[in-house]
């Protein structure tokens, strides 16, 4: 049996699985249906002969799975079962946990982030276990559900489990295709460092005091204004010491993407990007740069109507993404430095998280064995990203194994996530499983 032949006969039942995963909530940051069995997934996972075991862990449980294959060589899949909340609930079309079916979309919380791309890897087994097979490889799952609250939990529970698992290689599923229709095919992951910014004062005034008292906010203001300018150029003392210049091969798959990423400047009603960057320089801004975001503003009055006021109290927080061979740890104390250089010592620093860092080389057998399946399935061709500007679990995982690692999706283009309305297409669904089959053949082959 072909491929496709085998798409075009089994598609509905591969359709029905993930539907009926996608009506179970798994909210982590909230609780949501967290505590009930697993029964569902596990069943879903035994019928296409995958092995799978729940484990306890601190915070909630993770699922793994194995399937024997033909060869010794092992690939891991990892994906997470949880989900973002569904809220706003009056901003969705359809039940966030419906799995409605429309046309070629199937709605619901999780139908891309992750449910709709780890299944594609598990449905993928599907292929060999109705031709009586087994698969060309060793398959392992890494289910967690604590991906959407920062993964607390996986890293030790991969030391725990080190030995019994083993990889060579590791493909990670989360993501959606490219504006252009190209999945990507991503090598890595920008670190991240995440502070809260504090400004106090003793009490709060009456706004009529603002002529000789000191507001707070505008204490933050002044502080964050010595921290970026303007052109987007982070000023923080040291921050830019430790930033690895891209390679040239790094350089030169920026190039290769011919991606301009104008449809990210139409959503943002500007004319450029910040320094006035266009085209191929503001994407090479954008995969090798750090960043310093103000993500939200805490303080005053800002409920209905008007209160005039100097607050006792501001927060701000922020993120700040980090390249090679930058610290989160080290970030955090530069900020603190930067600050009180500046006369800010009063300036309280709180370092909420932080994670590494992460890359894989481009030659890496499962690199290459992903983009051609990419591009034997997708007329568009896969897009090989450097890096992913934001951030993940990869790189604990890669403390633990050190093996490459790489990742994609197959998520349509605004496929809402994090957002009411998220959606699947089935042309994509289907589309990710044969991509998966064609990987686990290559791979067989390397």
Known sequence: MNVQSFINQYQEVMIEALRALIREPRVSSTGEGMEQHHDLLLDIM??????????????????????????????????????????????????????????DRIYGRGAIDDKGNFMTAIQALRYYREQGQKPPINVTFVLEGEEEIGSPHLEDFLQAHRDELTPDSIIGLDDCVQPDGRPKVVLGLKGGCTLELVAHGKTQFHSLMAAIIENPAWRLFWALGTMKRPDGEITIDGFLDDVRPPTEMEQQLVDALDYDGKEWLEASGRDAFLGGKTGNAAMHDFFFKPTCNVAGIIGGYTGPGFQGVIPRTVTVKMDLRLVPNQSPDRVAQQVRDHLRRRGFSDIEVNYLKGGDWFRTAPDAPIVQCLTQSVDQVFDEGAAVWVTYAGGGPASKVDRVFGVPQVASGFGPVGDRIHTPNEYMTVDLYLKGIQTMIHTFDAYART
């Open 46 to 103: 035994r019928d296409v002969g995958i092995e799978p075991q729940v484990h306890t862990t601190p915070g909630y449980p993770i699922i793994t799975g194995t399937i024997a294959g033909r060869t010794d060589k092992t690939l891991m899949v990892y994906g997470h079962y949880d989900v973002q909340p569904a809220e706003p609930l009056d901003e969705w079309d359809y039940p966030p946990f419906g799995a409605e079916r429309v046309d």
